[in-house]
């Protein structure tokens, strides 16, 4: 049974830094894609960030050179930097999994994602 276990939300002032973390297990997580999503109230799921097997990374405008994402194979865990916090980051912060490996076009990774944890809320105040 596949289980993502996101933590590391809060909340924290503009300009401020978090690091969530989604342990994962039930399924080989070498071998799957891995990515993190955000929505927010009132708007659409956006994906910010993704980290294929091989180690490729994907990440959105929307947060590049603030957010970085990386993975400890041997413990199972994904990771979220989050550095810059603005107002406008605040939002429930999903991990995802996908089997298998992701799809690179061009610069963007895409893979299939099938589980989903239940997601941290991170609020940044002015």
């Known amino acids: 049974q596949v289980q993502l276990q996101e933590s590391g939300g809060g909340t924290v002032q503009a300009g401020g830094s978090l690091r969530l973390s989604c342990a994962a297990s039930?399924?080989?997580?070498?071998?799957?894609?891995m990515g993190w999503f955000r929505q927010a109230p009132g708007k659409k799921r956006e994906g910010i960030t993704g980290?294929?097997?091989?180690?490729?990374?994907t990440v959105a405008d929307s947060v590049k050179g603030r957010f970085t994402i990386s993975q400890d194979k041997a413990k199972n865990t994904l990771y979220l930097q989050m550095n810059s916090l603005k107002p406008e980051d605040t939002a429930m912060y999903y991990c995802?999994?996908?089997?298998?490996?992701?799809?690179?076009?061009?610069?963007?990774?895409?893979?299939?994602?099938?589980?989903w944890g239940q997601g941290t809320q991170v609020t940044v105040s002015h």
């Open positions: 995802a999994a996908a089997p298998g490996p992701g799809l690179l076009l061009g610069n963007t990774l895409w893979c299939d994602y099938k589980f």
């Open positions: 039930g399924f080989t997580y070498s071998t799957y894609c």
């Open positions: 980290i294929d097997s091989d180690g490729t990374t």
